[in-house]
């Protein structure tokens, strides 16, 4: 429940009713301690979220969400003086999660986890330093600093796939012919696709954003409250698919002469913003004004306020706040050390034993560049080409890592676009291989690909499984080498009989990949 100050309280300070100073003085301090010291040990972890901001226009909304939190808490300033600070010391249990969530994330270089654990600490540090009763009074406004957390990449994929599914269905409806190939489509007028920054994902983060707020600054009943933010939910992505049918229709009425360059943004923008307004408005119509206290509730805060006793000091607690936020980050750069290896990676190459094949189309992963990159040509026992790529990375970061939100089979601006895409479990020698099927369409031609992931001696096709392995690698001090192994062969003759090659490819020659990947790893420490 989202709790706003009694308006007796507010009016206490109005008339100059003395409120005990020192007690307020205190868990004032308190509460910027609790901000203060997550941000100082966790620093590069707030700095990777302000380069988010910095980088992304989806998430620049980050700059306002401290100053916005500290603008209600202020509002609400009076609690301070009405309650006094309680320590909890159950609390520092909720912190200690906290600091193993973002030791996972650490361990596995999930940025999103990371961030979501530090920024968890401030309010849980407020709920331990202030205790239940005083902290539950700036539930929102604490919860709210959640927003600065740069989330939403993971949505990108669905909402593409569901705008292109309404627009191509909106223009058939309007009977115009649409020849449909994935993402993208084809008019009679011309092609369109839709890429990123068609998938109406600022506007859905912009709106959620926009929307909580308003709902707590405007409405007092929780019911009202959901529904407005169901609203903030629901219609942006609702927008978003008339607003991109709207643009094909500009675009091919008008021969492709409009809404196809930087118009194209502009008539975005401002029909999101005319939506935005209107859903503000209707929202206004049932806004909840507070009701004005009675005369008495100002006489009674000095009674409320010493009715929950004295303040208790909040230096024992205040350094077991510090002592488990310090814990996490000073394992951590010890695992670092120890995990790290100097030695240079070896792959060689896989004793494969069949003779090379030429012009295998012009394709390529889309992959962070790795510490070495194998890539060879092989013709198969069928007569097919087989592409191999093996990619190797060690000692991972943010700029070089197997699984990440920018690694993609396909770049956007590559010749070749993602078809269709499917888990498969492959059978080798009574070997479950887990794999992702993919087919690829570009100037050559259909291809079937199979990639699959090597992580910590396993192979695993779910990027969450990945970085699961990855962080229990990392935590028992084995490392983190990690590598993607791509099987790829056209298709022109079908699916089929391209399966039945890539399926005949890996019974014979896997377990000459797997020894090569062992190999370069070396001897476990």
């Known amino acids: 429940m989202f709790l706003k100050p009694p308006p007796g309280v507010d009016q206490a300070a109005q008339h100059g009713i003395a409120l005990p100073a020192p007690r307020a003085g205190a868990s004032i301090a308190a509460l910027a301690l609790a901000l203060l010291v997550p941000i100082l040990l966790f620093y590069g972890t707030a700095a990777s979220m302000v380069g988010i901001w910095n980088s992304s226009e989806t998430f620049a909304h980050g700059y306002v969400i401290l100053p916005v939190s500290l603008w209600l808490i202020w509002r609400q300033r009076a609690w301070f003086a009405r309650i006094p600070a309680q320590p909890w010391w159950p609390g520092l249990a909720l912190m200690a999660g906290a600091g193993a969530a973002w030791l996972a994330g650490r361990m596995g270089d999930v940025g999103v986890v990371m961030q979501y654990a530090f920024v968890a600490m401030m309010p849980l540090a407020a709920l331990t330093l202030l205790g239940p009763r005083l902290a539950a009074k700036f539930t929102f406004p604490l919860l709210f600093l959640l927003f600065a957390v740069p989330f939403g990449e993971v949505f990108v994929g669905p909402l593409i796939q569901h705008t292109a599914d309404f627009t191509v269905w909106a223009v058939q409806a309007t009977g115009i012919p649409v020849l449909r190939n994935g993402t993208r489509f084809e008019l009679p007028t011309g092609s369109w696709s839709v890429v990123e920054a068609c998938s109406g994902i600022r506007y859905l983060i912009s709106s959620i ?190 700029q070089k890592g197997l699984i990440s939100s920018v690694n993609r089979l396909v770049g956007e601006k590559d010749a070749y676009h993602e078809i269709s895409s499917a888990l498969r479990t492959e059978t080798l020698g009574g070997r479950s291989l887990p794999l992702r099927e993919t087919v690829l369409r570009g100037p050559d031609g259909p291809l079937l690909v199979w990639h699959s992931m090597w992580v910590d001696g396993r192979y695993l096709s779910s990027n969450v499984v990945g970085k699961l392995r990855q962080a229990q690698g990392k935590l028992w001090f084995r490392g983190d080498d990690g590598a993607l192994v791509v099987l790829a062969v056209p298709a022109v003759d079908g699916q089929d009989a391209a399966r039945a090659t890539l399926r005949a490819f890996t019974a014979q020659h896997f377990a000459a990949l797997d020894a090569a990947l062992n190999a370069a790893k070396g001897p476990v420490r």
């Open 209 to 398: 954003t926009l929307g909580c707020l308003y709902a707590y600054l405007t409405y007092r009943s929780n019911l009202r409250r959901a529904v407005f933010i169901g609203m903030a939910i629901l219609v942006p992505i609702v927008a978003n698919w008339l607003r991109a049918y709207g643009i094909v229709m500009i675009g091919h009425t008008s021969g492709m002469e409009l809404a196809t360059g930087v118009d194209h943004l502009v008539y975005g923008w401002l029909f999101f913003g005319i939506i935005m307004f209107i859903m503000f408005w209707v929202g206004s119509y049932w806004r909840e004004d507070e009701q004005p206290a009675p005369a008495a509730a100002a006489q009674e805060v000095p009674t409320l306020a010493a009715a929950h006793g004295p303040a208790k000091s909040l230096v024992p607690i205040a350094v077991a706040v510090v002592a488990v936020s310090a814990a996490w980050p000073a394992f951590a750069a010890y695992n670092d050390s120890a995990n790290h290896n100097p030695r240079p990676v070896v792959l060689a190459e896989p004793a494969v034993g069949l003779p090379a094949a030429s012009g295998f189309p012009a394709w390529r992963v889309h992959y962070m560049e790795p510490d070495t990159r194998l890539e060879r040509s092989y013709r198969a026992q069928d007569g097919s080409p087989v592409l191999l790529q093996m990619l190797y990375y060690r000692n991972q970061s943010k």
